[in-house]
């Protein structure tokens, strides 16, 4: 005797009837029945067993929600003064801001002071989200120097990234649309433990002009140089800074990336938007009198504001699921955090950094980045 079967409508009728009488951990049993039964996925059957359209489903709610609103503008007042940084990186910055939000702004309520200590970095996103804007990109300005690259070698095994003092530099061209003729570069270098970022800006990236800043910058890091990584670029590959590197008591260890390869530098090519980019833009500057303006601007504000206010993560683990990249970042810290932390620094050393960050006020720089910045961006076309 063969059985009668039941229609697939009534089957689902039941199923969204015993679905919806369901926990969450019963709702997912009779989801996996329902895949394992009829080959369904998962989402599919999810939205077979909600209720029909007929029934009208309670309305999400979308955006950040409104408990939250009484600290929307002390955010929007952060956010703008410390270069509009993502949720994840705003959250642990309002620690080292907060401090400064009362003599620029006024008090904040106790209730304030609440919200900002449990707010979350999505709904941080979430509140700023109409504020964001685009970018646009530039030119690259590398042209391969060859005299010296079977001198220097390309690195070939992986920095300790746990050591202070290995940097990797890198050079951006404010050339606007065009390549031609003079212009200002800016060089950057970063550390690859600590995240330590210096700027400076050189006219037409002659090598003496390179190295003159490259010595000025190594003056001024809190630690010592104990690797220098650079690209094929000839502002870089030349006798006069290998010579600096490496005519020294304790040579500096000297490597260069493999051509085209700009992976091999990851940490000092994702500065370029953080540094030369997000201050300076993407307009062609050809005036050179703006040369130590920039670099003023660079040691005095964006240099400390960076370093001490605005924190960065580092990639911790990355693996392959399938088609895609997981990647897991390291809570965000600053330059200065990380650096402490080493405890690779000396007490001098410390204290000297300490003195340092105590005297600078973040609203105070940004305030001040503005204003000196005007001069220089009118002369950009």
């Known amino acids: 005797m063969k059985m009668k079967s039941v229609p697939r409508d009534q089957q689902l009728h039941r199923l969204r009837q015993r679905y919806a009488g369901r926990g969450k951990q019963g709702k997912g049993r009779l989801l996996d029945e329902l895949c394992e039964q009829w080959g369904y996925e998962r989402k599919h059957a999810i939205k077979l067993l909600r209720p029909p359209s007929s029934l009208p489903a309670r309305p999400r709610e979308r955006g950040a929600p409104p408990r939250y609103e009484p600290i929307h503008e002390v955010l929007t007042h952060i956010w703008q003064n410390a270069e509009q940084l993502c949720g994840k990186r705003l959250v642990s910055a309002l620690p080292l801001w907060l401090p400064h939000y009362t003599r620029h702004f006024g008090t904040l309520l106790p209730s304030q002071q609440k919200l900002l200590g449990r707010v979350s970095a999505a709904t941080v996103d979430r509140l700023l989200a109409d504020q964001r804007a685009a970018t646009v990109r530039g030119l690259c300005g590398t042209k391969p120097g060859s005299l010296l690259r079977t001198q220097i070698p390309i690195q070939g095994a992986v920095w300790d990234q746990r050591q202070v003092g290995f940097l990797e530099a890198d050079s951006v061209a404010h050339c606007g649309g065009s390549l031609a003729g003079d212009f200002v570069w800016s060089l950057t270098y970063t550390d690859l433990a600590c995240t330590w970022t210096a700027g400076r800006a050189v006219w037409n990236k002659g090598a003496a002009g390179v190295l003159e800043q490259t010595r000025d910058v190594e003056t001024r890091l809190p630690f010592a140089v104990l690797g220098f990584d650079f690209d094929n670029g000839s502002e870089w590959l030349n006798w006069q800074l290998i010579h600096f590197l490496q005519q020294r008591r304790r040579p500096v260890l000297v490597s260069r990336s493999r051509p085209y390869h700009k992976d091999d530098n990851a940490h000092v090519e994702q500065k370029n938007w953080m540094w030369p980019r997000q201050l300076l833009g993407y307009g062609r500057l050809a005036e050179p009198h703006v040369v130590p303006l920039i670099n003023a601007v660079y040691q005095e504000l964006w240099e400390p504001l960076h370093n001490f206010f605005l924190p960065s993560m580092k990639l911790r683990a990355k693996w392959r699921d399938g088609s895609r990249w997981v990647r897991r970042h390291d809570v965000p810290q600053t330059a200065y ?20 960050y105590e005297s600078l006020d973040p609203f105070a720089l940004a305030q001040q980045l503005n204003k000196r910045l005007a001069p220089i961006l009118r002369t950009a076309t």
Not at 345 to 354: A, E, I, S, V, W
Request: glycine share 4%; no cysteine; proline share 0%.
């Open 337 to 356: 955090q990380r650096l402490l932390a080493s405890r690779q620094l000396g007490d001098k050393q410390r204290r000297r950094l300490r003195d340092w």
